[in-house]
Structures are given as C-alpha cells and as structure tokens.
C-alpha cells in the first residue's frame, strides 16, 4: 500500500512566518547573525574572540572608535543570553581575557618560601649576646610560639652574614 500524503503545513506553521500582520520576530541566532554583518570585521573578531584576537592595525581601529565597541558589545551581550550555548562559551573566553590581563597588571613574587630576615636578625642579636644555638632556639621558639631549633638558628645566622670572599 502506498504512503498517506499529508496536507502542506500552513505558512503560519514556518519558523519565522506568521498569518498575522505586524512584523516578523526574528529568531536570536538570526539576530546576531545580523547584528555582527552591519560591524567591520576587527569589531566582530574583538566581540566574538576577545580584544587579544586583533593585529596591531586593528588595535589602531579600535583605539579611534573610542567607546563605540563597548556599547556594540552590550548590545552583543543581550542577545548572546538568548543563545545559551554561545553564551557560555563567551563568558568562558572573556573570564579568559580578564585573567590574562590580570596577569599582565600584577606584579609577580618571588618563587619559595618568605624569607626569615626578621628572624635572622634577632638569632644574630642573642648569638652576639652570648646565647649559643640551643639557647637563642629555645628564646626564638617561646617568642614566636613555633619550634625553632638550634639547627635552624644557626642555618639563621650563616644566611644573614655578608659572605667573606
């Protein structure tokens, strides 16, 4: 037997058509679609993939637009949210940005442990005033509530002294 035809879908049934007057909702995908086509092409790079994506020339372009690009990029935002998946993928590559350019901004420490300079120095002062390791760890240890041992002291003193060479 043959296959039951079934009656043409009316037109109001199409995504993006209507029967109605008035104006057609656009669909989000649709609108970004849009919204990025009438934007030159260093401006939907710098919205789609971060300023970090743009050359020199176009680092230029954006430096003369002035705040032009941040208010394209809340208006690219707004529609995003309607688009789940991009929106994610956006937010992902802006944290991305923002960390960079934290990196960028602060200062870096030095790698290892702090140094003990303080402690350093008040070994050295009981040692010159005639404490001997065991002695100035016992001091050092009731002072800053941790074991210091004579060790360590002594390890202090050798570090905080100018090399004699």
Request: hydrophobic share 30%; aromatic share 6%; net charge positive.
């Amino acid at each position: 037997m043959g296959r039951l035809s079934r009656p043409a879908p009316p037109i109001s049934s199409k995504p993006g058509y209507h029967s109605g007057g008035g104006t057609v909702a656009k669909s989000p995908q649709q609108e970004l679609e849009e919204f990025l086509a009438s934007k030159p092409a260093w401006m939907q790079r710098a919205l789609q993939h971060g300023e970090s994506s743009l050359t020199r020339g176009e680092w230029t372009e954006l430096i003369n637009c002035g705040d032009e690009l941040s208010r394209q990029r809340t208006e690219y935002e707004r529609i995003l949210q309607f688009i789940p998946a991009k929106w994610r993928e956006y937010r992902k590559m802006r944290k991305r940005e923002a960390q960079q350019m934290l990196h960028v901004l602060l200062p870096q420490g030095k790698p290892g442990a702090p140094r003990k300079d303080d402690l350093a120095r008040e070994a050295t002062a009981l040692h010159q005033a005639g404490k001997n390791y065991p002695q100035a760890a016992a001091v050092l240890s009731e002072k800053h509530q941790k074991p210091i041992t004579p060790e360590a002291v002594r390890k202090l003193i050798k570090r905080s002294q100018p090399d004699k060479t």
